[in-house]
């Protein structure tokens, strides 16, 4: 009963930690994308551990039947409580982008590396401007920026108070470019990968995953 017990306890306590796994991952040099994956892993582990701990304490004379009932019970029971607490949303491991050329009076709009064109008061953009200040965390050498739209101060001054000093707020320029590239909605992500470069790469909200952070770790060499 012990055994179980504190494999039931190494299941909780790999849930609550979903997000220090994630980033002790980056940390060490896991791609975003394993990294991502990586609780998850360990957290059916944790069921499977727990499976073999019921059977052999007390399955083990019972019939086939009834042990792959119980194994089936505890397998999308625990599995579903542990996905419940960290799902995986919608977008979550995408990479769908647009490749845009910029040419004339909107050719220096963006700057070399990733930025947020941000709504004020918008909730989506506030969950991306704190998974950027993660990042750029782990990866300072990555220049990262955040543009208001609606020329809003207030909001720039709010988003700036968020991002804690390290990443750099604006406002978005008034320019026909924002009709061209904003789509689907707040935030989009812009990606430049170097100032002299007339290509941007841009992401709506639901197009950006964790497979588009490791395209720019592998565009900018990190």
């Not at 991952?25 to 944790?46: D, R």
């Not at 220096?108 to 990042?135: N, R, S, W």
């Not at 490791?214 to 060499?221: A, L, P, R, T, V």
Request: a neutral charge; one cysteine or more.
């Amino acid at each position: 009963m012990i055994r179980i017990g504190i494999s039931v306890l190494t299941l909780a306590v790999l849930v609550f930690f979903h997000n220090a796994i994630i980033s002790l991952g980056l940390k060490v040099g896991l791609s975003f994308t394993f990294s991502k994956i990586l609780p998850y892993m360990f957290q059916f582990f944790a069921v499977c551990l727990i499976i073999y701990q019921v059977y052999s304490q007390y399955l083990m004379n019972t019939s086939l039947t009834m042990r792959r009932l119980v194994s089936t019970l505890i397998l999308f029971g625990a599995s579903g409580i542990a996905f419940a607490a960290n799902p995986i949303y919608e977008g979550d491991f995408n990479h769908e982008y647009r490749e845009i050329l910029l040419a004339g009076e909107n050719a220096d709009t963006f700057q070399h590396g990733v930025t947020m064109i941000a709504l004020p008061g918008c909730p989506h953009c506030y969950d991306m401007l704190e998974e950027m200040k993660q990042v750029k965390a782990i990866y300072p050498a990555l220049p990262m920026y955040v543009l208001v739209v609606n020329n809003d101060e207030l909001a720039r001054e709010e988003y700036e108070e968020r991002s804690k000093g390290k990443i750099e707020v604006g406002l978005f320029p008034k320019s026909t470019l924002l009709r061209t590239i904003i789509a689907d909605g707040y935030p989009n992500l812009i990606y430049k990968s170097n100032h002299k470069s007339s290509k941007i790469i841009n992401w709506t909200n639901r197009g950006f995953g964790s497979a588009s952070w490791d395209y720019i770790m592998e565009q900018e060499g990190l």
